[in-house]
């Protein structure tokens, strides 16, 4: 999806490449679907919600709260969805993105 810039100890800039598992793809398929079938452009809304997240994920990727071993969670604006995900040496790795009326545990099985 893209590369974004990290602050290393040396204060050099150096780029996360986002890779979103299987999983959390199939997931934002469903919410988008969902979404659009609720509404016409609703999905497209959703769409943009999840980018700004991503695109905040990959500016300050350890701004969000650890919430289980090493797995982050951010919160999509005007959803109730969230991505959870956690940084690798250069990446960022998307777990999930996550209906939070969900059970967790289906999530935390993939970290």
């Known amino acids: 999806m893209g590369n974004s810039e990290k602050e290393s100890?040396?204060?050099k800039?150096?780029?996360y490449e986002i890779i979103v598992r299987r999983?959390?793809?199939l997931e934002t398929q469903d919410a988008f679907?969902?979404?659009e079938n609720k509404s016409d452009g609703l999905g497209f809304e959703f769409l943009r919600s999840l980018d700004a997240s991503l695109q905040s994920v990959k500016r300050s990727p350890?701004?969000?709260q650890t919430i289980y071993k090493e797995a982050?969670?951010?919160l999509l604006r005007k959803f109730p969805y969230a991505l959870?995900?956690?940084v690798e040496e250069n990446q960022i790795v998307v777990l999930a993105c996550f209906n939070q009326k969900r059970?967790?545990?289906d999530w935390l099985r993939r970290t």
Do not use: D, K, W
Request: glycine share 8%; aromatic share 24%.
């Open 9 to 11: 100890p040396a204060g």
């Open 13 to 15: 800039q150096t780029g």
């Open 23 to 25: 999983e959390a793809q």
């Open 33 to 35: 679907r969902y979404y």
């Open 62 to 64: 350890f701004a969000y």
């Open 72 to 74: 982050r969670r951010v």
């Open 84 to 86: 959870f995900y956690i």
């Open 103 to 105: 059970n967790p545990i």
